[in-house]
Each structure stands twice: as C-alpha cells, then as structure tokens.
C-alpha cells in the first residue's frame, strides 16, 4: 500500500473551493485558511478525506474576540486546528463571524470530537453552532447570563483590601455565620 | 403538617418532567418511561477523580449511557491572563493540570517563544526535557496511586506517594515550591539548576527502576487487577481519533502517536527512547503503556543527565524579552532599562494567533495565543487533554457496570483542573 | 483530668467532662473525603506515609458528609460548585469544623474573578485558615494541630445551643 504524496493544502482547498477561500495568512510556520463560513463544513471533510492531505485530527476549536479593536472582517474569530498525523503537520482554518448573531455550521459531523469544544465556545463566547446536537452550556451553571470569555464581559474582580479600605469592603462581603 | 400535599407533589414532579425535558436528547427513550434509572454520581464522589458529576442512565447495574457535567472547578484562568502581561501569566498556568505543573509551563512557553520568535538556547532545552520528563513521572505516580486506590490496591497509593515526596523534593530544590513552581519561563528556565540537584536526581535514577518493579510485582499478573481491567472501557482506534483522544489513552489502543517523537520539540529529537503502544484499548493497556512510559522517562533522564553540558545560558540572552540577572544591574545602563521595561510593562507581541502543543502525562496539550501587539494577550486558549476525554466517556462506558465506570475514568487520568481551567 | 472545682456552675463534673469530650473529639477526627483541586494533591501528600496524617487518627476519609467531622476545603472554590459545598456542610452533623486550606478557600487566592469564590466563608462559617500556594504538609498539620488546640477550649455546652456556638465561633477563627 503507498501512500500518497503531500499536497499543498492552500492550493488543494483553492482548486477545490475556489469560492471558499477568503485569505491564506502564514506566520511562524503556520498556515491559516480564512474561509468563508457557509463553506465551512465542506473544506472541513475535504481536508479531512483527500488523500495527500489527511488532516484527521481535531486538535482544538477555539474562538477569539476582536472588541473593541475590530480590526478584523468580523467581530469574532472561530478557528478549527487540524493535525495530520500521516504527514505530521498542521492546519488552521478561520472564519470571521458578525457580532449580531454569529453563527456557523458545527463540525460533528465531520469529527465527532468537536461536540464539546464547540459547546465551550457557545458556553464562553455566545458563538451559535447550527446543528449541534446538545447546546446547553458547558463549564458556566446553567442559569448564568453572558458569555464569559467575551471582552465587553467584565473580569467581575473583588477590590484588592489594603489596610484603608478594608472596613469598607467587608461591608459588602457576605460572610456565613452559621 | 396540615400543608396542601398534592400542590407539593405536583410542583416536585413539573420540576422533575422539566429537568428530564431538558435531557431528552441525550438520554435513551427508556429513562423517558421509566424503564431505565437516572442516577447522579454527584460531584461530590470518592471515585471521581476531582469534582466531576455523571449522570448516569442505568438499566439495573449496567449503565447504558452517562453525561459528564464538568464546570465544577472552572476558575476563568484564561480570562485571568488577560488581564496579565506574558511572563506573569506563567504563575496562573501552573495550576491548570495540577499534577504536571512544569507540562502546562512548558506549553505556554514554547507558544509564547513560538509567538515572539524568541530561541532558547541549547542548554535550557535539555534542562527543560529534565524537567518536563521528572513532571511526567510525578503524574503517572500519582495517577498510579489513585487509580489504584479506586480498585482497591491501597498499598499502591502508598508507595507511589513515597517515590513522589522525592520528587517534590527535587523540584523544591529548583524552584523553591514542591508544586506550582513556575520554573520554565518565557526564554528559558527561572534560574539554573542548583549544585545539590544532579546528586538528588542521579540517586532518584539509580533506586526508582527498582520501585517500579514493586508496582509491576503488585499489580501487573495478579489476577485481580487483570479481572478487572482486561476488557474494560475499549475504544477502537478509529474511534479514539474521531473522538480527539491523545496521549497514553490513545497509545493504549494501538495508535503509535507522540509528540516527543512525531513532531518533536525542545530537542526531544537528539533523545533515545521507544514509545510503548498497546493491543486492545482496554484498561489494562492504557495502564500498561503508562507503567513503561515511567520506565522510558527514566532512560530520557539518564540520557539528558550525561548530555547536560556544565556550564552554559538556561535563559534566553535576548534582553527584550527576558529580564537581565541581579548581578547585571549594577555594571550596565541597558540592563537596568530592560529590567524596568520588562517588569513593569512586559514585552509586547504581535497581532498574531499561534498554536503550539506538547505532550503532556495526559495527552495532548494545546495552547492558542492571539496576541494584541501590545503587552497583554488578546486571547489564550487551552486544549486540555482531559477536556476531550471526559467529553468521550459515553462512548467508553456504554454497556459497563458501574464498578467498571470507576475503573474507566481512572485509566483515561483525567484532571478535573485540566479539563474545566 | 484533675479534680477542679468551679463554683455556681455545674461545678467539677463539668469541667472534666469538656476535657474528656474534647480529648475524644480530637483524637480522631475524621475528614469528609473532598478535595476539590491542587491543595487536595497535597492533602492525600499529607495523608502518604511521609507526613503521615494517620498519626492524628485521621487516616480514615469518610466520604458520606453524616459521618465526617471535618471539612478541609482544600482547592478553589467556584461559583457553580458553592451550592454543592454550602449542601455537604449542612449534611454534616454538630460537632463539625472546617479548615480552609490554602489561599484560593481562604480569600480566593490567585483567582479574583467572576467565577471563583473569594473565601469559602463567603459560604460556610470557618475556623482555621491555612496559608499557601499549595500550603506545605507541615503547614497544614501546623493547622490542623491549631484546629486541635481550638477545640480543647471549647465547652460541649457551645454545641448544644445552636444560636451561640453559630455566632461565636466564626469569629473566633485562627489565621494559622
């Protein structure tokens, strides 16, 4: 059995879905496709299934807020890290999604691996994945309001107590008693 | 007391019609009718490994499908770095797995250096394989102990945690802290190793092949342990992949994946060492990979101790990321400028996402940075092994008794810190 | 146990009995097996044969709350899991004590965030502070021993009037 040789994964997916790909970054030795989203689960079982790219791993699904620089196409940033671990080397597929609802078709389909951290990236960032078959939140209670991770979300921090503001601060500190 | 009995009652049951609504898809149509149980393994649980709760749907004994709840200990560390500049966010990640404190140090580094374009130099790369294979030891120590004592080998636990004070020691040497020491920096390592530390890991070396003998006399052919394990909890190797399982639970089904080895970091490449894979993906084998990836660590610790050179850099020299040493300060202008910048600002990184992993005792540990091009990161992202592995424990436990449940959670050596950050 | 005489109160019997009660209560108090994240890792150090905490008759972690009297919240503290924690501290039964061990159960540690709890006593009355980031074991036998001496000045009238013990005894809590 031989196995095929390596592609270049930009020029397969572009010959492929040339409609898909909105921009190919590379940076440190990484290789980024910014696709568009609704193209986004076809390039996903492409990559994974073409033989000379065989990314069949799902290394991580992470998401990025972009406020308040918005110096991107869009106001979050979902990307889905691939490994292939025929031709050891890694992939990073990105797309950029609106602020007012963003949302994106889930990936569990293709890798069933990626139910839970598309659910974290719900729970955290408010990203809707359409499709995914169980969206209650993850890591946060299930009555909490907000999505976390998100910047315009505050840190919720207590005041550091130095000696001249302690008594005030224990004003409001719930204290059990019994 | 004369209440309204039947108001309470029917209240009790909307709620309780409620609660199983909100489950409808994910438990089977028998728990609908009450044919099978619902059962809550509560967060609160000697046998789970950290507060993890499962809610199990039993049909007698035998469980036909469990929902891990995690979230239980998510302490929004990665919000917390933030709000912090690059070198002190090392602090915070020391305590995400806290049994391989320097493995999440480690990660964080190289995605830092990965981000900044920073290279450490030789000699710190080897003493960070040191450490990075001490820590695995330490993992699998403990893991050992308490996967053990959830089987009920108690002596095991005892044992293992009587190698490990000797670990800690060691790393008290290093770092000053027995765990969380935040010893592998941006650059390099904090400080370098200090004359009574390779006296303490030479001896460690020489008696701890013998130790593990111990564990393997106890618990390798006994019968018990071998009931127990064999045939239990086994994922196909397909399926291991699809689910995103990495680590020793994936080498125990039969696919030979390192990093150490495939996609090698931190000079992993100039070291001899095998990487044990297993046969059936059962318990056993996910146990039996990590009793022999103990003994492979310490072949990579006698390999590294001889290669150590004496005397050299354990720190970048490169003085725009990495702070100059006290005893500079007072000869150099320069060195006093940088020190200043970089403890009260950091140093900055560009707007740019990186993705660097490791292997961690527990699988494959991915840090994402997406950097501002100032101080302070815009987004850090962690896949944690043990995240992806409890999302897969249906499938592992599908058609198991719940004795066998115990016995799965503890071989897939989850950590509850790990998976919920 | 001398024979001392108080007079007015109940008088001598009294006196002895607090002693015996309270050299039985610390003989061996047994903890509720809980541990929530790092610091647990240096409770079950604890517990190994190094510093050996089987010495104080507390080898024996009972993990159902009626049976346990002491609660060493070891580890951070999370806004989903205090609702849990409050619920196994009601389970257990009078006498029971708790040990905050560690800064992130004393005051939130390194986490000052929206989702951990800045102190379990936000939560649940303490009555000895543990310092640490993991605190070392001699640390928290150092707390546990100070838990001991806090308990040998109790009186079993404190325990059976369920409004004065509750009040007193927060705020006589030991930063050990």
């Known amino acids: 059995m031989s196995v095929a040789a390596a592609l270049d994964p930009v020029e397969a997916v572009k010959k492929a879905f040339p409609q898909a790909v909105e921009d190919v970054v590379e940076y440190a030795g990484e290789v980024t496709l910014v696709l568009n989203p609704d193209y986004l689960p076809a390039v996903a079982r492409f990559v994974r299934d073409t033989a000379g790219l065989v990314y069949n791993f799902l290394s991580d699904i992470s998401a990025v807020d972009y406020y308040p620089d918005y110096n991107r196409p869009g106001r979050f940033g979902v990307s889905y890290h691939l490994l292939s671990m025929l031709h050891k080397r890694r992939l990073r597929l990105k797309v950029y999604l609106p602020e007012d609802e ?7 389909t293709v890798w069933p691996g990626a139910n839970w951290p598309e659910r974290e990236v719900m729970d955290m960032m408010g990203v809707d994945f359409k499709g995914h078959p169980d969206k209650r939140r993850i890591l946060m209670p299930d009555d909490w309001n907000g999505h976390p991770h998100r910047r315009d979300y505050p840190l919720g921090y207590e005041t550091p107590m130095f000696s001249f503001n302690v008594e005030e601060i224990m004003k409001h500190k719930p204290k059990a008693k019994e | 007391m004369a209440v309204d009995a039947s108001y309470e009652k029917e209240s009790e049951m909307q709620e309780w019609q409620g609660a199983l609504d909100e489950l409808k898809g994910l438990v089977s149509e028998r728990a609908m009718t009450g044919e099978t149980m619902l059962l809550n393994m509560g967060p609160h649980h000697p046998s789970t490994h950290g507060v993890l709760r499962l809610l199990l749907e039993l049909d007698g004994e035998e469980v036909v499908t469990c929902i891990p709840d995690v979230g239980f200990l998510h302490t929004g560390i990665e919000k917390n770095i933030e709000s912090k500049t690059y070198e002190k966010a090392v602090t915070l990640t020391d305590r995400m797995d806290y049994l391989a404190p320097m493995s999440n140090n480690m990660a964080y580094c190289l995605a830092v250096e990965k981000l900044v374009g920073l290279e450490v130099p030789k000699r710190a790369q080897i003493m960070r394989v040191i450490c990075m294979e001490m820590t695995r030891l330490n993992s699998h120590l403990v893991w050992l102990g308490t996967h053990a004592i959830d089987m009920g080998a108690m002596s095991v636990f005892l044992y293992a945690f009587r190698e490990r004070e000797m670990l800690l020691k060691m790393f008290e040497t290093l770092s000053g802290q027995r765990l969380m020491g935040s010893y592998i920096r941006p650059g390099g390592l904090w400080r370098d190793f200090p004359p009574e530390f390779m006296p303490q890991l030479e001896h460690f070396l020489d008696i701890f092949p013998g130790r593990v003998d111990d564990y393997e006399k106890l618990l390798t052919n006994n019968p018990l342990w071998i009931d127990r394990t064999q045939g239990i909890g086994v994922i196909e190797p397909e399926k291991a992949l699809a689910w995103g399982i990495t680590g020793p639970s994936l080498r125990g089904s039969g696919v030979a994946w390192d990093i150490r080895k495939s996609m090698p970091y931190s000079s992993y490449d100039e070291f001899e060492f095998n990487v044990p894979v297993g046969e059936h993906g059962d318990v056993y084998d996910r146990f039996y990979v990590r009793i022999l990836e103990m003994r492979e660590s310490v072949k990579i610790l006698k390999q590294a101790v001889k290669k150590l050179p004496a005397k050299g850099p354990f720190r970048s020299e490169n003085r725009k990321f990495v702070p100059p040493p006290r005893a500079e300060l007072g000869q150099s202008m320069e060195a006093v400028i940088h020190h200043f910048k970089l403890w009260t600002e950091g140093f900055a990184a560009p707007d740019q996402e990186v993705f660097s992993a490791i292997e961690s005792p527990r699988g494959e540990i991915g840090v994402y940075i997406h950097g501002t091009g100032g101080n302070k990161p815009r987004r850090v992202h ?40 | 146990m001398g024979v001392s005489s108080k007079l007015g109160n109940l008088g001598v019997v009294t006196t002895t009995l607090d002693a015996a009660v309270n050299w039985g209560r610390t003989g061996a108090m047994w903890p509720l097996l809980f541990g929530l994240a790092c610091c647990a890792i240096e409770y079950m150090g604890t517990q190994g044969s190094n510093y050996d905490l089987s010495r104080f008759g507390m080898e024996l972690n009972r993990a159902s709350p009626r049976q346990a ?7 951070r503290l999370t806004r989903k899991m205090a609702p849990v924690v409050r619920q196994l501290y009601d389970q257990m039964s009078a006498p029971k004590w708790v040990i905050a061990m560690g800064d992130c159960a004393s005051c939130g540690g390194v986490y000052n965030n929206y989702a951990v709890v800045q102190g379990c006593d936000e939560i649940i009355p303490v009555d000895v502070y543990v310092a640490g980031c993991p605190p070392r074991p001699e640390q928290l036998l150092h707390g546990i021993l100070t838990l001991h ?19 007193d005894r927060s705020e006589n809590a030991i930063r050990a």
């Open chain 3, 149 to 167: 001496e806090k308990i040998k000045g109790e009186s079993i009238r404190k325990w059976g009037d369920d409004e004065k013990w509750a009040a």
């Open chain 3, 69 to 75: 009297d002491l609660l060493i919240v070891s580890g």
């Open chain 2, 382 to 421: 962690f896949k944690t092994p043990s995240f992806i592995h409890i999302g897969a424990l249906p499938i592992m436990t599908h058609g198991h008794m719940i004795a066998d449940l115990v016995a799965i959670v503890g071989s897939v050596d989850v950590v509850l810190g790990d998976c919920d950050r």
């Open chain 1, 102 to 108: 963003p949302s994106v078709e889930t990936v569990t």
